[in-house]
């Protein structure tokens, strides 16, 4: 995990080295064995270099920013980004397909609630990564895959939950969830 956070500072962007193509699925590989911990830098608006935060369960000590210049290194090869990508989605489509019925339906007694929180979270993850990818795809000459990494594809995830579980997806709860989710992954952009 500290050689994690040594790699992830040394190719974070513009401070540091440029990371060699031939490493970068490597890279992107050394991500997916920390889905939740880069979850949380992801999802939450916390600076988790700062050493009263730890993520869960293994401690990763890199800000936002730092990820996201990491990610960005990785993203220059599509298939290195889609692994990291793919990871998160489906780590994303976890914490989404764990709501239940009640979550979506019932109006909550405290904000943000846990199906709140889900959606935000699955807001910034997604659009940071969206976020990511896109000026890569634009400088290679390419449209970014809006129906694969944008807003469309985690719409889609959330859509698949209500209608998993029978809830009315033109319900003011989820109608709200869905704005929250919208909101969240174009601020993370």
Do not use: C
């Amino acid at each position: 995990m500290r050689a994690l956070e040594r790699v992830v500072s040394a190719y974070a962007g513009a401070d540091g080295v440029a990371m060699p193509g031939e490493i970068r699925r490597n890279l992107g590989r050394a991500l997916t064995h920390y889905p939740r911990d880069l979850n949380d830098i992801l999802g939450k608006n916390v600076d988790y270099s700062v050493a009263e935060f730890s993520t869960e369960p293994n401690d990763v000590n890199v800000s936002y920013r730092q990820m996201l210049g990491f990610i960005e290194s990785v993203a220059k090869d599509r298939e290195a980004f889609d692994i990291v990508y793919d990871s998160q989605a489906a780590q994303v489509a976890d914490f989404i397909n764990s709501l239940t019925r009640e979550d979506l339906t019932r109006t909550p007694a405290a904000a943000p609630d846990r199906a709140l929180g889900t959606a935000q979270e699955a807001g910034y993850v997604m659009g940071s990564l969206y976020g990511t990818r896109a000026p890569v795809s634009v400088s290679d000459g390419l449209d970014v895959d809006a129906k694969r990494y944008g807003w469309p594809r985690l719409e889609g995830m959330l859509r698949a939950r209500t209608a998993q579980l029978r809830v009315r997806q033109d319900g003011e709860r989820v109608q709200e969830l869905l704005r929250q989710a919208k909101s969240t992954f174009n601020d993370a952009k």
